[in-house]
């Protein structure tokens, strides 16, 4: 019989699909089989209507990592269900928690007849998916299986949460990889807050640092996002943002600000030409017109030569930097050079030979 391993996170985008791509990277290195599905769907690209049938969906998470490593398609479980608005409210005026025999027939294709390891990515947090009986608790005891924590640390408070997954999961916890560490913090988080959690019951597997490109946002989203009108350089909406600058001081403020910043995206009024050229000429991934005006035809022809976008959105300077902000680190992991920096992060991050070795010890 197979093993499976159920990846979770306490709140949302706390690396869980990094987290599943190194993961099942390292089985694929190993020569093992192994087989990915996420029991609820969180992101879903309908070809038809919402209550269509869900006997096939696979999420869009899943199906990302299925493409990136080569995996067949029968190797990519499908959905039990999908979470979304009109789901949640069918569920909810018929007061139905409780899965459909949907869930013993996921559990039959998971354990039956399989020798290699299922990875399981539970919704965004513990509570999240309860109302349709997966949520991340109701899963790991259903099904009896291990869980492991993605959780973003970034003080001792941090532990409250972990504390409360601990007791919601009992003996089915079987560790976290804390992520999103500064950098210079890992040593001590490793010689002191490690050896606490353990005495507290819960096992490290890794520390995982703070990653500007994995936080990162194409230029393509931002665009879709603040309903950006895209002025030139087009073909560079898949560039990468890593920072936001705002463009509102003077000329040379600007230009000793903007050589201390990397991969930005640059928010100014439309009528600051000193400010937009000056922006050019530094590390600026994408440059945001807000306010009254159209750029200068000379602008646009310097953005063309540097091959940078130029965005004019509807909207003030403050909303505008607002939509960038709640970008940054809120969105999925669908993007190649991500994908790639992950397995370096987990190879390097993680003691995976040790999950492993727990991994199996828990199935004996």
């Known amino acids: 019989m197979g093993k499976t391993l159920m990846i979770g996170s306490c709140e949302p985008f706390s690396g869980k699909s990094a987290l599943v791509l190194g993961i099942t990277r390292k089985i694929i290195d190993r020569n093992e089989k192994v087989r990915l599905g996420k029991p609820l769907a969180t992101s879903v690209e309908f070809n038809s209507s919402p209550n269509s049938s869900k006997s096939k969906v696979i999420d869009d998470d899943v199906s990302f990592v299925g493409e990136t490593l080569g995996l067949a398609k029968d190797s990519l479980i499908p959905s039990i269900d999908i979470l979304s608005a009109f789901t949640s409210h069918q569920r909810l005026l018929h007061s139905k928690i409780e899965p459909d025999n949907a869930l013993e027939s996921f559990k039959k294709n998971i354990f039956n007849d399989f020798d290699g390891i299922n990875i399981l990515e539970a919704a965004g947090s513990l509570h999240e998916g309860i109302l349709y009986g997966l949520g991340l608790v109701q899963l ?25 997954a601990k007791n919601q999961l009992g003996h089915h916890l079987l560790g976290v990889v804390l992520n999103g560490v500064i950098p210079e913090d890992i040593a001590g988080i490793q010689k002191n807050v490690v050896p606490a959690l353990s005495s507290l019951g819960i096992e490290v597997f890794g520390v995982m640092p703070r990653s500007p490109l994995l936080r990162s946002v ?19 909406l898949e560039l990468m943002v890593e920072t936001l600058s705002i463009g509102a001081m003077s000329v040379n403020s600007a230009m000793e600000f903007f050589r201390r910043r990397r991969n930005m995206a640059v928010v100014t009024g439309a009528d600051r030409t000193d400010i937009q050229l000056a922006a050019l000429e530094a590390s600026t ?11 200068l035809p000379q602008l646009i022809n310097r953005a063309e030569e540097l091959d940078v976008p130029l965005l004019r959105v509807d909207r003030d300077t403050l909303s505008t930097v607002e939509v960038i902000e709640n970008a940054f680190g809120h969105v999925r992991l669908h993007e190649e050079v991500k ?11 993680c003691d995976l030979n040790r999950l492993f070795e727990r991994l199996e010890s828990n199935h004996k």
């Open 140 to 164: 790991a005891k259903k099904l009896d299986i291990p869980v492991l924590l993605a959780h973003l640390w970034e003080d001792s408070r941090s532990v409250d949460a972990l504390l409360s």
């Open 218 to 236: 194409t230029v393509g989203e931002l665009a879709r996002r603040l309903d950006a009108r895209v002025i030139c350089c087009s073909d560079g």
């Open 285 to 295: 991934q994408c440059l945001i017109l807000t306010g009254v005006g159209e750029p």
């Open 339 to 349: 994908a790639t920096y992950a397995f370096r992060l987990v190879e390097e991050h």
